[in-house]
């Protein structure tokens, strides 16, 4: 049995830098999102506030909310990126999170040598890494660029890389950014049909993202963060159509 739980969970960034003054200047324009604290030694932004989620296994969870929201602190969170400053998140089972291009490589190790070293990153067990390598290889279609450092690649090429080897197996706790939104058309395409059978294997999933379409197709729960804080809980449509429409569009 997969769970993911956070229990009256915050994250606070202090920001050591920035001086009172310049910081309420952002807070009076609206830049940060009313999440901006100045009643501290030095000013900080609450990235999440409070935030209490139970999920099981078949749970597929939609994040919905604006840019700076809290969605990808919240993912980061529940993945264990980043230490929450309050709360308690407790999860049961392998968790693989696709948060961004380069999380887990190295750039002065090759291609081929990354493949283990994001299997590591992802706890895939080493033997069952490699029973995966050449099927991981034909997917990237990479093909010599595979002996060469990744400081070599592209962006585009090294996610191709990271996303062949993060869904070569389908984890228990799936987190998902909607950075595949960074690639070509023909590269979204070929992503989007693998990804298709690589979350029908996951037990929970929980997926930002600002396309109505892919929320309502992948997930059956739905959850509105606004300044860092969850203002809406139920099925996708009534969350969906609870948010302002820049919120949920594309």
Known sequence: ????????????????????????????????????RLDT?????????????SLADGDRLALVGANGSGKTTLLRTAAGIYP?????????????????VGTGVNLA??????IYLLGMHLDIPPARLRSAVDEIVAWTELGPFLGAPLRTYSAGMILRLAFAVSTAFPPDILLMDEWVGLADAE??????ERMSAFVNGARIIVLASHSRDLLQAWCNRAILLEAG????AGTVSEVLDTAPRTEAAG
């Not at 030694?41 to 409070?50: E, I, K």
């Not at 929450?84 to 961004?100: A, F, H, I």
């Not at 590269?187 to 989007?192: D, G, Q």
């Open 41 to 53: 030694r030095h000013p900080s932004v609450a990235a999440l506030t409070d935030i209490d989620l």
């Open 187 to 192: 590269f979204r395409m070929k992503a989007y």
């Open 229 to 232: 804080r969850l203002t809406a």
């Open 109 to 114: 190790a090759t291609g081929l040598e990354n």
């Open 1 to 36: 049995m997969a769970s993911l739980t956070l229990n009256g969970v915050s994250v606070v960034f202090p920001i050591y830098h920035a001086s009172a003054r310049s910081m309420r200047r952002f807070a009076i324009r609206g830049a940060l999102g009313g999440k901006v």
């Open 84 to 100: 929450p400053t309050g709360g308690r998140v407790t999860r049961s089972g392998r968790v693989t999170p696709l948060l961004g």
